[in-house]
Nanobody
Framework: QVQLVESGGGLVQPGGSLRLSCAAS????????MGWYRQAPGKECELVAT???????NYANSVKGRFTISRDNAKNTVYLQMNSLKPEDTAVYLC??????????WGHGTQVTVSS
């Protein structure tokens, strides 16, 4: 089983930046795609960004040009650099990983609050 632990959330002013990290541990053989979802109160869960093991990325239209996803395969860690943050980016951010030999694993989430 794969465990995921997120870090890096917090309170930031509009226009500010945060960097989220998500480290995988446990019974890891190889990880396929990794990525981030977010859940805001009263809104549907949104896929924010994904990255394949080969480094191909995909972003939600709402974050294109502001967020960058990356990963360190040696460390089994995925990152989300968030710039030019807006109040509407406020949400719980959850990372996921798709292990080759098991079902999708999820982190517990990290809160991001964008407010002045």
């Amino acid at each position: 089983q794969v465990q995921l632990v997120e870090s890096g959330g917090g309170l930031v002013q509009p226009g500010g930046s945060l960097r989220l990290s998500c480290a995988a541990s446990g019974s890891i053989f190889e990880l396929n795609a990794m990525g981030w979802y977010r859940q805001a109160p009263g809104k549907e869960c949104e896929l924010v960004a994904t990255i394949t093991s080969g480094g191909n990325t995909n972003y939600a239209n709402s974050v294109k040009g502001r967020f960058t996803i990356s990963r360190d395969n040696a460390k089994n860690t995925v990152y989300l650099q968030m710039n030019s943050l807006k109040p509407e980016d406020t949400a719980v951010y959850l990372c996921y990983a798709d292990p080759v030999l098991s079902l999708r694993s999820w982190g517990h989430g990290t809160q991001v609050t964008v407010s002045s």
